[in-house]
Every structure is written in C-alpha cells, then in structure tokens.
C-alpha cells in the first residue's frame, strides 16, 4: 500500500473508531469519510461496505481477546478464567456502538466480512468454556454459540440508559447461571 493511501485507512479507522467508541452507532460511511476529510471513493476503495469498515476496527480487539483467552487457559480456576475473558468481551463489545447486532448476523453468515472474527471470538470463549465444563466449573448444556449470544446480550444490556446502573449485577446473575459454583458468581470472581 502506498503511504498516503495507508495513511488514508489509518486516519479513516481512527476517525470511524472515535465516532463508533464515541456513541456515533448510526454514523454512515458518508459521515466517516466528511469527518476524516477524504472522499467517498476513497473511503470505499478500503472499506467497500460497513461490515468491512467494523471487522478492521474489531479485528485487533479480537485478536487480542483470543489471545487473552490462550493466557487464560493456563490459569489454575477454570471458572475464574472464564469469567474474567467473559467480562473483559463484554466490555470491549460495548465500547464500541451498534456493533452487536452485525457481529450476531455475521456468525451465521459466512460471506460477511466479520464472520471470521466473530468465529474467531467464538472460539477463544468455547476453550475456556469447554475447559470449564470439563473440570465442572461450569453448566454443560451450553456452548460457544450460547456464550457467545451472551456477550451480545450483557453488552446490548449495559448500552440501554435506564438499565446501566445495573449491567454488574446483570453480569453477575448471568455468571452464577453459567458456573456450576453458585457462590459468589462474577464479583468474587472477577
């Protein structure tokens, strides 16, 4: 990539990460590219549709949670382990606006650009979530499907004004739902 056109696509992922991070859940493409002072064409010519423009903001926060996920797996309470990544995708999925409901159509879809991501997600959460189960720290009639759904959900919960006060306790019945120890759930946990 020549550097005014990579220097183009970084100022473009910064400015689309600033409005997405920012509440701009509704910003469009053409919004993105006013803002970051390029032209329609050129923001299209890196990112030809929204879907591509969120998979390479989320990428990085992806890669990083499954990498989170392969230093968690080393951890000695598997049920503390899974808590803690769950807490820390929750999170990231929530700085980002409007991001729930592609990255949830995209897991089914395998031509959307997020689907790899989002599979990728998915299956940093299924090995602490099967290691888990396997040392019966945590329910057996789950999957990576569901947890995955669950982080979509806690984050779509903590966006919602009236119910933001609340989103740790959420959080907290939503882990003592998911681990066979019912005691203490995400706060001694966490």
């Not at 056109?5 to 509440?23: C, E, M, P, S």
């Not at 992806?62 to 080393?74: D, T």
């Not at 790899?116 to 979530?129: K, Y």
Request: contains cysteine; glycine residues 8%; charged residues 25%.
């Amino acid at each position: 990539m020549r550097s005014d056109a990579k220097k183009n696509y970084d100022h473009i992922l910064t400015v689309a990460r600033d409005l997405l991070t920012g509440g701009g859940a509704d910003a469009s493409l053409r919004d993105i590219a006013r803002k970051a002072g390029v032209g329609d064409g050129t923001l299209h010519r890196h990112f030809p549709t929204r879907e591509a423009l969120l998979e390479a903001l989320l990428r990085t926060n992806f890669e990083g949670l499954a990498e989170r996920a392969s230093i968690l797996e080393k951890e000695e309470d598997a049920g503390r382990a899974l808590v803690l990544w769950l807490k820390e995708a929750v999170a990231m999925t929530h700085s980002y606006s409007g991001v729930i409901a592609p990255m949830v159509a995209a897991i089914a879809d395998e031509d959307s650009a997020l689907h790899g991501s989002c599979v990728s997600l998915r299956s940093a959460g299924t090995r602490l979530l099967t290691r888990a189960q396997a040392e019966g720290a945590a329910r057996r009639d789950m999957d990576g499907n569901d947890l995955f759904a669950l982080i979509s959900a806690l984050a779509w919960l903590a966006e919602q004004p009236p119910l933001v006060p609340r989103a740790d306790h959420l959080f907290d019945i939503i882990v003592s739902a998911i681990l066979t120890d019912s005691q203490g759930g995400g706060v001694a946990r966490g």
